[in-house]
């Protein structure tokens, strides 16, 4: 089992560009969550999907978007990337929610 | 909201020495789950121990424990004959009755002497 994977590991993005985070599990989860990491702070919550069919606001919504396509993947839309959006984006599952997440290897965005 | 505190941002340890990381919490529910996790220079996310909130018995991992004071709201990490492997971010983290994830604190980077 590969548990969570990421996809890109790096990306380099000029402000406006948009691109997608790519996000899948093989542990048979029904909740996933992306979380952003910045220098000197715990994750922060942006999105989560407590199960297929739904998606939910996090702490830092603003910005971004996503898509639950199946039970195994869960994507993060950055529409016009900014500056501020430069930061480490980590993906998790859990079985349910409130039971242990775990987490993909993240992906580290430079947004110039 | 829920709140994390973390008030070591960094604490220190002799290889084979028992170190303490502290946490604590603000909550207003009764139910819920804390955590921590590792986080290596490898940046992955690894949980170290689990407890839910219902039990008063305090979880143990190896040599990972914690002591759970509901009443203090607090959560603090013992870990017990400190390892070079051992050294790493450790986060606390909240998870209550909502569907809407973890809250983590800011973590303390812990650093093992040799």
Redesign the interface.
């Known amino acids: 089992n590969a548990g969570v994977t990421q996809t890109p590991k790096f990306q380099v993005l000029k402000t406006g560009q948009s691109m997608t985070l790519q996000c899948a599990q093989d542990m048979n989860h029904n909740?996933m969550?992306w979380?952003r990491q910045d220098p000197?702070?715990?994750?922060?919550?942006i999105y989560?999907s407590?199960s297929e069919g739904t998606t939910?606001k996090?702490e830092v919504p603003n910005g971004y978007n996503v898509s639950r396509l199946n039970k195994r993947e869960f994507s993060l839309r950055l529409e016009s990337a900014a500056p501020s959006q430069t930061s480490?984006y980590?993906c998790?599952s859990s079985e349910f929610?409130?039971?242990?997440?775990?987490?993909g290897?993240?992906t580290r965005l430079l947004v110039l | 909201a829920q709140t994390?505190t973390q008030s070591q941002p960094e604490m220190s340890v002799q290889e084979a020495e028992t170190v303490t990381l502290s946490c604590t919490y603000d909550t207003s529910e009764s139910d819920?789950?804390l955590?921590w996790?590792k986080q290596p220079p490898?940046?992955?996310?690894i949980?170290v121990i689990?407890q839910e909130a219902y039990k008063q018995q305090n979880a143990t991992e190896n040599r990972f424990s914690v002591n759970f004071q509901k009443a203090a709201k607090s959560f603090s990490l013992k870990i017990s004959d400190s390892q070079l492997g051992d050294a790493a971010m450790y986060?606390c983290?909240y998870?209550?009755?909502?569907?809407?994830?973890?809250?983590?604190?800011?973590?303390t980077h812990l650093i093992i002497q040799p």
């Open positions: 909740s969550y979380y000197g702070m715990g994750l922060r919550l989560y407590a939910d996090g480490v980590f998790a929610f409130r039971e242990t997440q775990y987490f290897p993240g | 994390v819920y789950y955590f996790y490898s940046r992955q996310m949980l689990r986060f983290a998870s209550g009755g909502g569907a809407d994830g973890l809250t983590f604190g800011k973590g």
